[in-house]
């Protein structure tokens, strides 16, 4: 598990440096990332090794942490790209960061709120299956949504993009000039 989360969280920062040509801001992306998934192991942990809720205390399968952080990572990444890449339009349109922040919060929140929402009742309904397994991935697939849209993406994201400022949107000159010039929209 610790090279698969190596591999995924190292492919992942790269690509978004690529994609919004700035440290910082996969590196945010990253720890938001993981903090999400983090949070949501700790509540299968929680349930259903610790007994928690009244739920017999027992082990947890072995695949569904990795089948966790694989999918949850992935919709995290997704809700991240989709609500920086409106923030990035509007710095690469005005190089006002606090307008940015509120312009894609603005454009993109209720959007990623609402998909949550969705998946949130989807993967809770697995917790009415009689099968463990099944249960134990409801529970952290839906805590990790609603903690990432929620806390994450409507409050600490603005937040952290408001203390970098345009600092966020940094990178190097040396390796700005080695990376390619990705567009996020076929214009």
């Known amino acids: 598990m610790p090279l698969f989360v190596a591999v995924v969280v190292g492919l992942s920062i790269l690509l978004l440096t690529v994609l919004f040509r700035s440290l910082v801001i996969p ?13 949501a192991m700790g509540v299968v942990v ?9 739920v017999p205390a027992g082990p947890i399968e072995a695949y569904v ?5 694989a999918i949850v990572f992935g919709l995290s990444m997704d809700y991240e790209v989709f609500l920086m890449a409106r923030m990035h339009e509007a ?3 005005t190089s006002d960061a606090a307008g940015a922040v509120k312009e894609g919060l603005a454009t993109t929140g209720r959007v990623v709120t609402a998909a949550a929402a969705i998946m949130v009742v989807v993967f809770g309904a697995f917790l009415l299956s009689p099968d463990r397994m099944l249960q134990q991935f409801g529970l952290g697939l839906a805590v990790a949504v609603l903690i990432d849209a929620v806390i994450i993406r409507c409050l600490l994201l603005p937040a952290v993009m408001h203390l970098f400022g345009a600092r966020a949107w940094w990178l190097p000159s040396g390796l700005a000039r080695r990376l390619p010039r990705l567009a996020l929209e076929h214009r």
Do not use: T, Y
């Open 65 to 69: 942490p990795v089948m966790i952080f």
């Open 91 to 93: 710095w690469e349109r």
């Open 46 to 54: 929680l349930v259903f090794q610790n007994g928690a809720f009244g």
């Open 27 to 39: 590196l945010k992306a990253a720890v938001l990332n993981l903090l999400s998934v983090a949070a």
